[in-house]
């Protein structure tokens, strides 16, 4: 199957209202080309360097959004060009991309990732540091952010009940946060994205409510690593 088939196939089963994060990560620019000719316009890396390569070599509508880990150090080299920061777990690091974002004179769109899963390896928020953080932000001076919306990753099991579960403590989260902030608004939050599910489990997540799905072997085939 082509990666057009492939991203075609999956198109059909995502509602039009749900975004399409095709993850690249690893893959070469000639398959992520061709998931661009077949219409696909928001990519997903989890390596900035990575990412930063092919920002420079690809067509400058792609919307690059950063779904890995991010380090500090490495926020400069996105903050010119990312469309999106779907892995904010911490206060420093959204301190350096406010930071990086205003030497860019832009305003940089983040998500907040909640720490959903069972397993250490997860980053991300737990509810208490979600409200503090949501709160740091109401009250400081962020001029070059804007908290759009909360992302977390299931755990990684065939047991479709907890994963299900947990999509929705995190939909609750979301839904619990988004009120608090239509009754209260905020200039540099605005809650509308849910960004949960991938290749695997990308379905249950959008029946609990997810509005951004990150979906990379089921388009792109099996990674390599090497």
Not at 112 to 124: D, P
Not at 139 to 144: A, F, L, Q, V
Not at 150 to 175: S, W
Request: with cysteine; net charge negative.
């Amino acid at each position: 199957m082509s990666i057009a088939t492939n991203l075609n196939d999956i198109k059909k089963t995502i509602p039009q209202q749900v975004t399409l994060v095709a993850v690249s990560k690893t893959k070469p620019v000639s398959d992520i080309m061709e998931a661009y000719e077949a219409g696909q316009r928001i990519f997903g890396e989890n390596k900035i360097q990575e990412m930063t390569e092919k920002y420079e070599q690809m067509p400058k509508d792609i919307e690059w959004h950063m779904i890995g880990h991010v380090q500090t150090n490495k926020v400069k080299y996105m903050a010119p060009f990312v469309s999106l920061i779907h892995g904010v777990d911490s206060l420093k690091l959204l301190q350096e991309i406010d930071k990086q974002a205003a030497k860019n004179n832009r305003i940089i769109p983040c998500l907040l990732q909640m720490h959903i899963a069972e397993e250490e390896t997860k980053f991300g928020l737990d509810e208490t540091e979600l409200n503090e953080m949501l709160k740091q932000v109401q009250h400081d001076k962020y001029e070059n952010i804007k908290i759009v919306g909360l992302m977390g990753m299931a755990t990684f099991t065939e047991n479709q009940i907890q994963i299900q579960k947990e999509f929705q403590h995190l939909k609750a989260l979301f839904d619990s946060s988004k009120r608090h902030f239509d009754a209260v608004p905020c200039d540099n939050v605005d809650l509308n994205i849910l960004s949960m599910g991938m290749s695997g489990d990308y379905e249950l997540a959008i029946s609990c409510g997810s509005t951004m799905v990150r979906i990379g072997s089921s388009i792109f085939g099996n990674r390599n690593y090497q």
